[in-house]
Each structure stands twice: as C-alpha cells, then as structure tokens.
C-alpha cells in the first residue's frame, strides 16, 4: 500500500517564529510544507504572499506544496516558482483557461494540481485529469483555519478515486480542511493520499508527536 503524505499548513504556525516551526517540520515525519495563498478576493480573507514563502524556502528542506486561493492565478505562477514553489495548485473555480494554466504550471517545471471547491463536483475533471499531478478536494469553505470537516467530501473522496483508476492514472487526492485522526483514515480509505492539516498540527501539545501518531494511526 502506498504512503499517505501529510502536509502541515503553516498557515496556523507562529508567524513571529516561522523558523522555529518550519524547523520542527523538517525535522518531524512531514512530508510537505503546505502554503495557502489568500487575495482577498477569491476568498474572503489574506494571509501572506511571495516575501514570506521565499523565506519558508530559505529554510525548508521538504517540498512546498502552494495552494493558490487567488482570482487569475495565471498572472502570478512564474513568481511562485521563482520564489521556491514545488507543487502548485490553482481553484477549478478561479482560471478561465484551466488547461492553459496547468501548462503554465508544468512549464516553470513546478507540479500542477486542481483545487474544487466544496460544491464544486468532481465530475467536471474528468477531461483534465491526465494534466493532473494532483487534486486537491476542499474539505472546508476557503479561507480560514479551524473549520469544522464536512462529511461530503468523503463521496467526493470516492468518485474521484474510481474515475482517476478507470483512465489508468496516479493523479493524487489531496484533502485540505478540518483534517483530525478522527477523520484521516476513513479519507484515506476512500482513496485520499495526502492530508493538509493546520490547526491539527500546530494547536497540538506537541505537533512533532501529533504528526508521527498520525502517520501511525495511517500505517494500519
Ligand atoms: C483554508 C486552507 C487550509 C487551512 C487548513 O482555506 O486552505 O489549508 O490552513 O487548516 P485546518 O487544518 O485548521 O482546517
Ligand atoms: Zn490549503
């Protein structure tokens, strides 16, 4: 069976110690550094932009998975690559032009993956997936940390799952919101390879534990 990855959303670190927590990310059994980019627009708040995640990179020694929450990502992807993206991801809901985006993506030589928002249906990818490293199914509204999980995504989770196997594909299944170990093993028997978790992770005692029991409690 293959590994679930997990992927901490600095989002909900301690901004005035970004290198602290990064550190204790690198040294824990994450896989990924998950970034959330908010404009305001696309969703109804902003977190942080190009200057912070180049300095995440400055100190990150695992890949930083950006989720773009932005309106016309297209007109920035060149800067998330240059500023140290690895994995970026772009709203179904936000790109007129998806597949020209996904392009856009792969030519900076970053992963590209789609994001659906709650009620958007996985259905409508089912002509875009072969250009997909990855989808990312929100489990959340957009926007802030510390929501509650809804139970939908698990029949998104599902769906998704047997149309990436029909068309013979490794797309991976991402799951971004209200991530707990009382949700992560039901997500990745439906199919989910990675799991973001923010307020999870970093509300904990202790988040390198936190991360490790969770990778365990997958293992099984
Ligand atoms: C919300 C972000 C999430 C958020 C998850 O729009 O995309 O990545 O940081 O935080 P938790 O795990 O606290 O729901
Ligand atoms: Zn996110």
Redesign the pocket.
């Known amino acids: 069976m293959k590994k679930t990855l997990i992927a901490p959303?600095v989002?909900?670190a301690d901004f005035a110690n970004l290198q602290r927590d990064i550190e204790m990310i690198n040294a824990s059994e994450a896989d990924w550094f998950?970034i959330?980019v908010?404009d305001g627009h696309f969703?109804p708040?902003i977190s942080y932009g190009m200057p912070v995640i180049q300095a995440i990179k400055k100190h990150a020694t695992k890949p930083l998975d950006v989720?773009l929450?932005i309106e016309k990502p297209e007109r920035y992807i060149e800067t998330f690559a240059e500023v140290g993206a690895d994995i970026i991801t772009v709203h179904y809901e936000s790109t007129v032009h998806l597949h020209r985006t996904l392009r856009q993506i792969k030519a900076t030589g970053c992963k590209a993956g789609v994001v659906l928002n709650l009620t958007t249906p996985v259905s409508v990818l089912e002509d875009i997936l072969p250009e997909c490293y990855m989808v990312l199914i929100?489990s959340?509204?957009?926007?802030?940390?510390?929501?509650k999980?809804e139970d939908i995504t698990y029949q998104k989770v599902k769906k998704l799952r047997k149309m990436i196997d029909e068309q013979g594909l490794d797309t991976l299944i991402e799951i971004?919101?209200?991530?707990t170990s009382k949700n992560a093993k039901q997500l990745v028997d439906a199919g989910a390879n990675v799991l973001?978790?923010?307020?999870?992770?970093f509300?904990a005692e202790n988040p390198t534990q936190t991360i490790a029991d969770l990778k365990k409690l997958l293992e099984n």
């Open positions: 959303s989002l909900a998950h959330d908010m969703v708040n989720h929450m929100m959340i509204n957009p926007g802030f940390g510390g929501q999980f971004d919101g209200g991530v973001v978790a923010g307020s999870y992770v509300g």
